[in-house]
DNA sequence: CTAAGTGCAAAATGTTTGCATACTT
DNA sequence: AAGTATGCAAACATTTTGCACTTAG
């Protein structure tokens, strides 16, 4: 979870510039490739993903994983954000694919009952809630 | 979620059949495919895949997509247990790697706050809580 | 000057697909 | 007989890695 950079460059400044303007959007690796692109400002996709890995691990960025065929994409957190006032929560639409934000306090009671009574530290930066949007259920609805 | 094959087949059976012995065990597509080997009763891996696919949407099992890097794994869950008595969540464990069963009533709350403050159907065989388990917490805790 | 980072192209991994063949109904 | 499933091998997509080169300190 520490820095692991030992070494300020170019690009790991261009890339965390990037993804710091896009705060609570998500990303894939393959988005800031081709926005590196776009902007001449091109950087090596493994270059992309060494740094985006160490960024998770130093807790500015949150990376999540919905499945093996779809790419992961990571998330601005920011230094500050996670001191603990605002726990971000993921739900993940399986129908019709949004990722929907959650800062709520009743969700991180979860965080404490996994803590209290199964002895295990949620990382809530990772962890993603699946299911059935709204919207999705509501079109379900009408349709039968 | 309702059946889709047309056909009951060798493949098929032999599959399932093998599934229903291991109730709450994780097999990945290719601790099948070695199982399958294993016994002489070699089955392709693409049905294996195919028929693994098809039995989640049926409901009999349930799949947990780790990461890019690490194989999707199947659940054995069965025709009925999912009528409402057993709801099972799972953690996984960011450092060891070990995926922890849970049948805890306390986080079935987790489905109804989502669908009554968020309007989110929880789809809790697929979501999966990240984190340290406590094996790994006390190990990180004796290190320093 | 040395350690670390970059970027290309190649490898690795898990999963999916095309297609000829075989099986179910 | 018609429709479906199988299984191989090839295709895919994402991510990782080897290595020569460049850059930061």
Redo the contacts between chains.
């Keep these: 979870m520490a820095s692991r950079t030992k070494y300020r460059t170019k690009q790991r400044d261009i890339l965390v510039e990037f993804l710091k303007t896009s705060p609570g959007v998500h990303l894939t690796a393959n988005d800031i490739c081709e926005h590196m692109k776009s902007c001449g400002e091109s950087i090596g996709q493994s270059t992309i993903y060494r740094r985006l890995e160490e960024l998770v691990d130093e807790g500015i960025l949150s990376k999540y994983?919905?499945?093996?065929n779809t790419?992961?994409c990571f998330e601005y957190i920011g230094k500050d954000s996670h001191s603990d006032g605002g726990t971000c929560f993921h739900?993940k639409?399986?129908k019709c694919g949004s990722l929907?934000h959650?800062h709520?306090d009743?969700?991180e009671g979860?965080s404490e009952?996994?803590m209290g009574?199964?002895?295990?530290?949620?990382?809530s930066m990772?962890?993603?809630?699946?299911?059935?949007?709204?919207d999705c259920?509501q079109e379900d609805e009408s349709r039968v």
Tied chains: 1, 2.
């Design positions: 994983s919905i499945d093996a790419p992961a739900c639409c399986e929907i959650m709520c009743e969700m979860i009952h996994l009574h199964h002895g295990f530290r949620l990382n990772r962890t993603v809630f699946y299911g059935i949007c709204k259920m």
